[in-house]
């Protein structure tokens, strides 16, 4: 590619670059609470979107998400970003509507990077099956990109992410470890293949994995981003019941954890580890598994809470597709702590 066309590179890119969940966490506290019998899901309990009830058969999922750029190539990094904002929809049980990007970009630099951004992210949208129709865009020193997005649901079929019921199965479907990836792959400390995963798996919408999953009775669910596998597994809790995960069914992409036994980790993860302090308990995991499951990751997987007389036959849906899933867990009886990892 000409060197006009490649990205630069800030120091913190993909959802590595979210502010810290206790920070967020604080600030959201301070925000009034809309009193409307419509909204059906707020913020309150840190869903993947806003549920509207417009009439009695239609809700609207209204979600947002940009971030600065974690790979070089424009058109990839439109791919991954729209793969990224577009995964709250199906976290939250709806499916894409309609679409509108938001860009910051340097008027300085050349306008042909940033079409190929948005012909990235507009390709992705066209995949989900909804429509782009505009945008709102800045100048700014840094690129960022992402979408505005619109999902449709019936009211009574919407997903929350903290609805687990006590002997559900928790299936994750996409391989952890892309934020160490990532992080690594320009400093050389990475083998081409684990980074051609990454790129993929951030590629891969969460269409598929859901429509396999909506033919089974979900009772909750969310996607994996900058807070971490355990930081999201964490909203999917209450005070009802414990999430027990077994470390070792985890999958993960394969050159991650060689990074994190080489102590190439993240500053994300380890902002995600001092959050959850208190909320997680680790059994015996090794240092280095821990870290896998701390990992920021970007378009990451979803994680759902099914039945476990109905695991198995999701679970072979979801290996007809091209990225593994895995069982990682259960919901159990309420215990010490939010999570219990073996």
């Known amino acids: 590619m000409d060197i006009k066309k490649i990205m630069k590179l800030p120091a913190c890119g993909g959802c590595m670059a979210k502010l810290p969940p206790g920070m967020l966490k604080d600030v959201v506290s301070q925000i009034p609470v809309f009193n409307d019998p419509n909204l ?56 894409v509507a ?32 909804g429509v782009l129709c505009g945008g709102h865009s800045i100048n700014d020193r840094e690129c960022k990109y992402g979408l505005s997005v619109t999902g449709v649901v019936h009211p009574d079929k919407y997903l929350r992410n903290n609805t687990c019921k006590k002997g559900d199965v928790i299936i994750l479907t996409k ?35 859901f429509e396999a999953a909506s033919k089974f009775h979900l009772h909750a669910g969310t996607d994996v981003t900058g807070f971490g596998f355990l930081g999201h597994l964490n909203e999917m809790t209450n005070d009802d019941y414990t999430i027990a995960v077994e470390s070792k069914g985890v999958k993960y992409i394969p050159g991650a954890l060689k990074l994190a036994q080489e102590f190439l980790t993240t500053g994300g993860g380890q902002k995600n580890r001092n ?24 378009s990451g ?27 990682i867990g259960e919901v159990q009886e309420r215990q010490d702590a939010n999570i219990i990892v073996y």
Do not use: H, W
């Open 40 to 95: 059906l899901v707020g913020f309150d309990t840190s869903d993947d979107g806003a549920v509207y009830k417009l009439s009695d058969d239609i809700a609207i999922i209204q979600t947002l998400d940009f971030f600065t750029p974690m790979v070089e190539d424009p058109y990839t990094f439109g791919k991954i970003a729209a793969a990224n904002a577009l995964s709250d929809v199906y976290a939250m049980g709806g499916r």
């Open 98 to 129: 309609v679409a509108l990007n938001i860009v910051c970009f340097p008027e300085e630099d050349d306008p042909a990077v940033l079409a190929s951004i948005l012909r990235g992210g507009a390709e992705k949208v066209m995949e989900a099956g």
């Open 175 to 209: 391989p952890l470890g892309v934020g160490m990836i990532m992080a690594s792959y320009r400093y050389g400390e990475v083998a081409e293949e684990d980074y051609q995963q990454a790129l993929k798996s951030m590629q891969t919408l969460n269409k598929y994995a």
């Open 275 to 298: 959050f959850l302090k208190g909320k997680v308990r680790f059994q015996n995991v090794p240092d280095a598994m821990q870290e896998v499951l701390l990992d920021p990751q970007t």
């Open 301 to 327: 997987g979803m994680l759902l809470s099914v039945p476990a007389n109905e695991a198995k036959e999701l679970m072979k849906e979801l290996n007809d597709l091209e990225l593994p899933s895995c069982i």
